[in-house]
């Protein structure tokens, strides 16, 4: 089965961007989540959708944004990018079943 | 608020020793931990999980163990190789993963 994948793997982008990455989920998986790893904050949770509905939802402001289609792929969206936005962005998919989550490698945006 | 923390940023060993990864956690109501192995460079790595109907749980070369009690897991590697050099967090999964700082495992030859 193949594994979770992210694209683009690599962003820069500049202040007051914005900016949509994708995430397509291991076959069969119906939940995808959404995490921001930073060396000053570590890995932070954003959002989880199942089913195109967004089931959870962490500590972020507004600007940043998700949704899922219904092959359960799911994009973020993150708008008027800062510098503090910089981080790698992951994706975990997982049943839906309070099931164990893998993660895809990750999208590394720049925030020039 | 929830936490889960770990108790060294970084553990160096020996090739061949076992490692010991600590982590504990705030939740006396979480039942369900993943520990990931993330490599420069990739995403986090499932390794073991465990949930709160159990002490302990093996794989291959890893255990986990689980104190309900005093609210604390860890996570230890037999036979310490090269390739598991890499950052070991733990993580409370309640549908979203809260993750530990992580701990820096470095094995030396």
């Known amino acids: 089965k193949a594994g979770v994948t992210q694209t683009p793997r690599y962003l820069i982008k500049t202040r007051g961007q914005q900016v949509t990455l994708s995430c397509s989920p291991i076959s069969g998986h119906r939940s995808v989540s959404w995490y921001q790893q930073t060396p000053g904050q570590g890995l932070q949770f954003l959002f989880e959708?199942?089913?195109?509905?967004?089931?959870n939802k962490g500590n972020f402001p507004g600007r940043f944004s998700g949704r899922q289609f219904s092959n359960s792929r799911s994009e973020m969206n993150v708008s008027t990018l800062e510098l503090g936005d910089s981080a790698l962005y992951l994706c975990?998919?997982?049943?839906?079943?309070?099931?164990?989550?893998?993660f895809g490698p990750g999208t590394r945006l720049t925030v020039l | 608020g929830e936490s889960v923390g770990l108790h060294l940023p970084t553990l160096s060993v020996q090739e061949g020793d076992n490692s010991i990864i600590n982590c504990a956690y705030s939740?006396?109501?979480?039942?369900?931990f993943i520990w990931y192995k993330q490599e420069s460079g990739k995403g986090p790595q499932f390794i073991i999980d465990i949930r709160s109907n159990m002490d302990k749980r093996q794989g291959q070369r890893v255990t986990v163990l689980l104190n309900k009690t005093v609210k604390h897991l860890s996570l230890q590697i037999a036979a310490t190789q090269p390739g598991d050099s890499a950052v070991y967090f733990c993580?409370?999964?309640?549908?979203?993963?809260?993750f530990g700082q992580g701990t820096t495992l470095q094995v030396k030859p």
């Open positions: 975990a998919s997982s049943t839906g079943d309070l099931d164990t989550q893998y």
């Open positions: 939740n006396s109501a979480s039942d369900y």
């Open positions: 959708y199942f089913s195109e509905t967004q089931r």
């Open positions: 993580a409370e999964n309640s549908g979203k993963l809260i």
